[in-house]
């Protein structure tokens, strides 16, 4: 009862202090907003029993969709349900969603993480030298380390995303406030609360604002549940904020089009990594062409932890590709390795 409690508590803090913030625009009440989310996440995820019941105990969902060979199922905006969602995921293991965020969002979110990567640049050229961050609250609230947070942020995990033109979304207090306003205003929490049959949070570590350059290699194939625990449950939502895939001169994903219900042996068959998949294993293990969508700006792609997919490479694609990746759980059900960040 007490931790229930706690978890209370937590919940009307972040809800206070997001009307506080909505209230004075003020950089420290973001800042501080930020921050709660994160704390608020660990105490509810820790308290907090299946509210609304464990969606995979229900019958199959009826099959609403025939994608061609190669293809995914791909529908507009209007027609994302929590049924057309569950129908995809459990019988093909993604859906495309047409016209997610409007152009003119799109090209707002890659201007802010344009300006992200250059406040994190300033932020690290004062570590090098030395300096404190004397950086002005403007830019902190565009890139800011949790304070306190114990190597929150620290890490080869965080290395890695930077050697691919990513930055954590909770790193950037603005930017993520605005993606979590347009997700309410899409909708997005109560698609989640009847897929999950629980309340959503967001992972720390998986949420993530992209700016990649076209690759020198192929990619490494990989599903998102090599780095997590058993028994979880996931859905991302990885939006294209710049128009990118098959037909373009910008990278977008390649998938194994079809619904996979556990983790594929990662690391043999001449993988360069112990979490990655080759892409000898990917041609012996699953017949049928792969998936290689066209994104414009703005059209989104929902997939689970268990979705085997690459970033796409060709030699026609010699331009970035901008993306947001939101990676939610229901909070009873969290990998335990990701940090809860509570909507």
């Known amino acids: 009862m007490a931790a229930i409690r706690a978890a209370e508590a937590a919940a009307d803090k972040v809800a206070a202090l997001a009307g506080t913030w909505r209230q004075t625009g003020a950089a420290g009440d ?8 994160i704390r608020a996440g660990a105490v509810v995820d820790a308290a907090l029993d299946t509210a609304w019941g464990d969606r995979h105990a229900e019958p199959a969902p009826p099959d609403l969709f025939r994608p061609a060979p190669g293809e995914l199922p791909d529908i507009a905006l209007s027609a994302l349900t929590p049924d057309t969602l569950a129908s995809a995921m459990h019988h093909h293991g993604a859906l495309i969603v ?6 003119r969002a799109a090209l707002d979110f890659r201007t802010d ?13 004062a570590r090098a030298e030395g300096r404190e961050d004397d950086r002005p609250t403007s830019q902190k609230t565009l890139f800011q380390p949790v304070p306190k947070s114990g190597g929150l942020h620290k890490g080869a995990a965080t290395a890695f995303l930077g050697m691919s033109g990513a930055v954590g979304t909770m790193l950037s207090p603005l930017v993520s406030q605005r993606l979590l306003d347009r997700f309410e205003t899409l909708g997005l929490r109560g698609l989640l609360q009847g897929y999950f049959r629980d309340e959503p949070c967001l992972s720390f570590y998986k949420s993530v604002l992209r700016r990649a350059e076209p690759l020198q290699h192929p990619a490494e194939w990989h599903q998102d549940g090599a780095f997590m625990d058993a028994g979880i449950d996931s859905l991302n939502l990885w939006v294209a904020l710049s128009t990118c895939g098959a037909g373009t001169d910008s990278p977008g994903m390649d998938l194994v089009p079809q619904r996979l219900r556990h983790i594929v042996q990662p690391g043999t068959n001449g993988a360069l990594f112990k979490w990655s998949v080759s892409g000898a294993t990917v041609a012996e293990d699953f017949a049928g062409p792969l998936a290689r969508p066209r994104f414009e700006a703005g059209d989104a792609l929902f997939f689970d932890h268990f979705n085997l997919h690459a970033t796409s490479s060709a030699p026609e694609f010699t331009r970035a590709r901008y993306a947001i990746e939101t990676w939610f759980f229901p909070k009873s059900r969290c990998a335990v390795n990701q940090i809860p960040v509570l909507w």
Do not use: H
Not at 98 to 103: A, I
Not at 116 to 121: D, G, I, P, T
């Open 30 to 37: 973001l800042l501080r907003l930020r921050d709660e989310r």
């Open 98 to 103: 047409r016209g997610f965020f409007t152009p």
């Open 113 to 125: 993480i344009d300006a992200v990567q250059a406040a994190l640049q300033g932020y690290l050229d």
